[in-house]
């Protein structure tokens, strides 16, 4: 992951593109809506990002893998009536760049719960349901198990971690 822009000296410890739904705020149960999010795992925090979350480029852009980044603005550019690479890869840049110092929302996992959600929370495949010292609840999905088991793993390791704090 890249460093967070608000702390860059500090890097992130996991991050990646997953679907996220709040079920509860404060206490109060929410609608579901479901969205492609970027998410970044730093120190408690995990932090979901604004917009663009189901971008591939931006997603390949954000975890500086330049060489897929490229690949999909080609690809993008190809399918254009009007290419204009140079351009687009500036502005594809900057568009992406901007987007990193603005976190959609952010929970706090000191105190927090993690656990397999039940079939009656969702009907989806692997979805995690993570409870907060607030009164938060998310549902939080990959289609790709091994991506969500890791976020399992990694999230009870934070949780276990900042229990106490
Ligand atoms: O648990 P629910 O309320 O049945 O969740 C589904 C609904 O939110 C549904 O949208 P509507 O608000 O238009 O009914 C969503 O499209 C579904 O994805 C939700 O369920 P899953 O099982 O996918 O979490």
Redo the contacts with the bound molecule.
Sequence with gaps: CPSSPKHPSTPSEKCGVLNVTKITENGKKL??N?TSSWTVLQGSSLLFAKGQGASTSWSYYRSGSIPELLLTLLSSWKRSVKPRPAVSYVTAVAKFGSNQSKPEFTVDLRGASVEWASKEK???KHVIELKTRQGMEL?IQSEIDSVINDWYRALMETINTHAWE
Excluded: F, N
Aim: aromatic share 14%; glycine share 0%.
């Design positions: 609608r579901k479901w969702s009907s989806k549902l």
